[in-house]
């Protein structure tokens, strides 16, 4: 398939060399993967040397049936990663390519192909990466532009960019929000340059808010001044209906957004690198699996800056990730489960009548909500929290970019039992606490 290119990506450097070692590491990956014979002498790959002994004489995982079923669902994917790793040849004890082998990348390509209509064909390795997380495809990036690059970005969004893009350089400008927490953006159409990049995470992390308008319009104003965007996307499957004390899960409003995202990356897809992960959507956040696809400008860029510090990715990581990932293109089951469990969370939170800053359009995404702390310091009010009762909860301070009143839940970090009890126990007491520093 040939990608154009819409008259080059001037905003990006130069593509770097790929490390030796890596670059020839990578020669006989794909050689193996090809069914080609290989004989190689080629890195310190010491976890080689057992490739053919089996480490367990048996090796047996029975998932637990008294689960739900769709973490049952969950668990099988787990064992045949987990088979695939240890079961004949102990795979997990090698290097395998920084970047991903040829087999999870034909794996992530369908998964942005089916979910965001890009149109990528298997056989598009050059124009897809895998990292070890998502906060590394973020990272490499924003680290593959030029360090001169001014990076617009939402008041409210990820506390990680501002930090990463001034010490490579580059220079954040953040937006306005209005009162319904939207992007303001007649002030990015007032202030926007040539080449700038805008990122923003949508489903938006703090604040919820969702608009698949909003992100067409932002990718229209930065690419028709010679620009990109950096979509990062984990959220798109934990889009809720929101009302006005409750909110709600609905399959098919969730395909309809989904839907309406696939618009602007079939027309940007050229200029965007949206980035993606099996952290926050699939329930494996420890495993460190996050994806990404660009330009193959901009993918090489990161594929170097990866190669030039990872000599070889989390083996175990993306053999079991490209077991649930195959898994979850097939049945998103896993993930209605959780969008039920974040519905009731939040509706909890609206009953309680915390003061919740929420966006007003209707819909909610990403796991997270935010509390109005009135006239009190985020990061006071978070240290009361500990010290009082034992409540952990983050500042909105770094994702304002500067002091606030509001801080950061998570609706996930609780643990889940049947009932729900401890996250409607924990929340009476964090409502309790704070009524008594004066919030409610």
């Known amino acids: 398939m040939v990608f154009k290119m819409g008259g080059g990506q001037r905003f990006l450097i130069p593509i ?3 490390p030796a070692i890596r670059n020839a590491m990578a020669k006989v990956a794909e050689r193996e993967d090809r069914g080609l ?3 190689d002498f080629t890195s310190g790959n010491v976890g080689k040397l057992p490739h053919y002994m089996r480490l367990f004489s048996r090796m047996e995982i029975e998932v637990n049936k008294t689960l739900p079923d769709e973490l049952q669902e969950l668990s099988s994917s787990i064992s045949l990663g987990l088979s695939t790793s240890f079961d004949s040849n102990p795979l997990v004890l090698a290097y395998s390519p920084a ?3 040829n087999s999870i990348k034909r794996c992530v390509s369908r998964y942005f192909r089916d979910v965001h209509g890009v149109p990528l064909t298997d056989e598009d390795m050059d124009r897809v990466i895998v990292t070890s997380g998502g906060q590394r495809c973020i990272a490499v990036s924003l680290r593959s532009l030029k360090p001169s690059t001014k990076v617009f970005m939402n008041r409210w969004d990820y506390s990680a960019i501002q930090p990463i893009v001034e010490e490579h350089g580059g220079e954040v400008i953040r937006l306005n929000c209005n009162e319904d927490l939207s992007p303001d953006l007649t002030e990015l159409e007032e202030k926007v340059e040539d080449e700038a990049i805008f990122y923003l995470s949508m489903s938006n992390n703090p604040s919820g808010y969702v608009s698949a308008r909003d992100l067409e319009n932002i990718a229209f104003l930065m690419t028709s001044k010679g620009g990109g965007v950096i ?6 499957f934990t889009i809720l209906k929101l009302g006005k004390n409750k909110a709600e899960f609905d399959k098919r409003f969730g395909e309809t957004m989904i839907t309406a995202f696939q618009r602007t990356s079939k027309l940007y897809y050229d200029k965007i690198c949206i980035l993606s992960s099996l952290s926050k959507t699939y329930l494996l956040a420890g495993l460190r699996v996050g994806f990404a696809t660009a330009s193959t400008h ?3 860029n990161m594929s170097s800056l990866i190669g030039r510090e990872d000599l070889s990715s989390p083996t175990s990581s993306f053999i079991i990730g490209e077991s649930v990932l195959q898994r979850f293109l097939e049945d998103q089951s896993i993930n209605h ?3 039920k469990i974040l519905a009731k969370r939040l509706t909890l939170l609206m009953e309680e009548k915390l003061p919740l800053i929420l966006p ?5 995404g990403a796991l997270y909500a935010m509390v109005d702390t009135d006239k009190k310091d985020g990061i006071a009010v978070s240290e009361r929290l500990l010290e009082q009762s034992d409540i952990a909860v983050v500042s909105g301070e770094p994702f304002y970019g500067e002091p606030v009143n509001a801080i950061r839940l998570s609706l996930v970090a609780i643990p889940w039992i049947k009932g729900d009890e401890e996250w409607v126990k924990n929340v009476q007491r964090l409502k309790k606490t704070l009524y008594t520093i004066g919030l409610i």
């Open 231 to 236: 979509w990062d996307a984990p959220y798109v």
């Open 16 to 18: 770097p060399p790929q």
């Open 360 to 364: 007003k359009n209707g819909v909610f």
């Open 99 to 101: 970047g991903g082998t």
């Open 337 to 339: 489960w959780l969008c």
């Open 37 to 39: 014979p290989i004989i």
């Open 298 to 300: 901009w993918i090489k």
